[in-house]
Structure formats: C-alpha cells, structure tokens
C-alpha cells in the first residue's frame, strides 16, 4: 500500500496504490489525518491503482468524509475500478460519495 499526494487546481488528490484492508488501513488513516491537520478543505481520492478494499478500508474513508465535512470541506471520488465501484454501491455508500469516472471531472466538480 501506497499514498501519493499531489495538489492541482486547489484540490488535495491523494493516490491510493495496491490494497486497503485491515493491515494497511491504520497507515492510511494516519495519512488521512495529516491531510486533515493541513485544513485542506477540497480532497479528491484517486483509485486508480488500488486493486482492493475491504470493510475495514471502507470504514477508514467514511470516518475520513466525517472529520472533512464536518470541518465544511468536500471529498470526492475518482477512477474506481467496476469491482470497488459495485462494492460502494452493494454496501450504498455510493449515496454518501459523489463518485466520478475521472481526475479531471472530479477536480471540476468543486
């Protein structure tokens, strides 16, 4: 599992890489809470190169949501894979999201 960071536009893009799961999720979370302590206020997840997420990575990215909104900020979500996608719709979080298929229309969406 990796996490890269980029700014473009305004808008914090964190690039997660390989797996988020049970062994990984505590490592992302604490990526997440340093992007959180830099008040950034507009952060977009790319899923481009993540292969897999489970319950517990799921958890870790609305608990991320939480902490952003309740701070006025927006997250957004790009590129996930049909396999992560059906996932996010089967467990609705699709509702809670708002899910685009590209970088550049999510970073638009701001």
């Known amino acids: 599992m990796n996490v890269e960071t980029k700014e473009r536009n305004g808008v914090c893009i964190l690039y997660v890489k390989g797996e988020m799961d049970l062994n990984s999720s ?11 302590l830099t008040k950034e206020n507009k ?5 481009k190169d993540m292969q897999y ?7 870790t990215i609305v608990d991320f949501f ?3 909104k309740e701070n ?5 979500l790009c590129e996930l894979s049909e396999k992560i996608k059906k996932l996010f719709v089967i467990t609705r979080l699709d509702k809670l999201f708002k899910i685009l298929d590209t970088e550049e229309q999510a970073i638009g969406s701001f």
């Open 26 to 36: 505590p490592e992302i979370k604490k990526i997440f809470d340093k992007v959180f």
């Open 43 to 47: 952060i977009l997840i790319n899923f």
């Open 53 to 59: 997420i489970d319950s517990s990575g799921l958890a």
């Open 66 to 68: 939480k902490s952003i």
């Open 72 to 76: 006025k900020g927006q997250l957004v």
